[in-house]
């Protein structure tokens, strides 16, 4: 059992180009998730989804663009990279059966900006 | 808003050393307390769930507890491997906030 996978794990860019990061689960959750982590300031939501077709933006969207086509997968795009995105990108996913249960997280992108 | 603080920022302590690690947090309808682990290039890893105030998860050394307005993480004669940063959590709208976490260091 896989749980969350994030594709690439590693990544350099020059800024005002573009990419895709993958995340797939295999858990059947409705509820997928795109964190960015900086030293200091915690886990920041960039964007989620509540279910397949569905998106919305969280605390720090600007830059981003999300699709989920698919149930299990769930993208984040940059569209112009810009040195302030170079983080490390985490995906998670949940279930809201029975109440908020724990998010299951992927191990990452780690995104430089140059 | 949803805020979530965290202290100490890191904490040293010896093989067997007890201690506890705090959360503060700020949520109107609190829906769930969650500790997590995180380990240097890794996700986090689930440790507890707390829902209500008076509630309180046992694990191995970690033992966490929830009040009203916080939540402590205990550490009971830690070891090396407990070495981590740790994370907490709450949801209380929709969507989940975290603090900025606690780095753990357990020297030999």
């Known amino acids: 059992n896989a749980g969350v996978t994030q594709t690439p794990k590693f990544r350099v860019l020059k800024t005002g180009q573009s990419m895709t990061l993958l995340c797939a689960q295999d858990?059947?959750?409705?509820?997928m998730y795109w964190y960015r982590q900086d030293p200091g300031m915690g886990l920041r939501l960039i964007h989620y989804?509540?279910?397949?077709?569905?998106?919305a933006k969280g605390e720090v969207p600007d830059g981003y663009n999300v699709s989920r086509l698919k149930k299990q997968n769930f993208l984040l795009g940059l569209e112009s990279a810009a040195p302030s995105q170079t983080s490390v990108y985490f995906c998670?996913?949940?279930?809201?059966?029975?109440?908020?249960?724990?998010?299951?997280f992927g191990d990452g992108t780690r995104l430089s900006i140059l | 808003e949803d805020q979530v603080t965290q202290s100490p920022e890191a904490l040293r302590l010896q093989e067997g050393e007890s201690s506890s690690l705090n959360c503060s947090y700020t949520?109107?309808?609190?829906?769930?307390l969650f500790w997590y682990r995180q380990d240097p290039g890794k996700g986090p890893e689930f440790l507890f769930t707390?829902?209500?105030a008076g509630e309180e998860k046992e694990k191995e050394r970690l033992k966490a507890t929830l009040t009203k307005k916080e939540s402590f993480l205990h550490i009971t004669a830690p070891k090396p491997e407990d070495s981590a940063t740790y994370l907490c959590?709450?949801?209380?709208?929709?969507?989940?906030?975290f603090g900025p976490g606690t780095r753990l260091s357990v020297l030999p």
């Open positions: 959590a709450v949801i209380g709208g929709q969507n989940f906030v």
């Open positions: 858990m059947n959750h409705e509820y």
């Open positions: 989804s509540v279910g397949e077709g569905t998106t």
């Open positions: 949520v109107s309808g609190l829906r769930g």
């Open positions: 707390l829902y209500s």
């Open positions: 998670a996913s949940t279930s809201v059966e029975e109440g908020y249960q724990p998010q299951h």
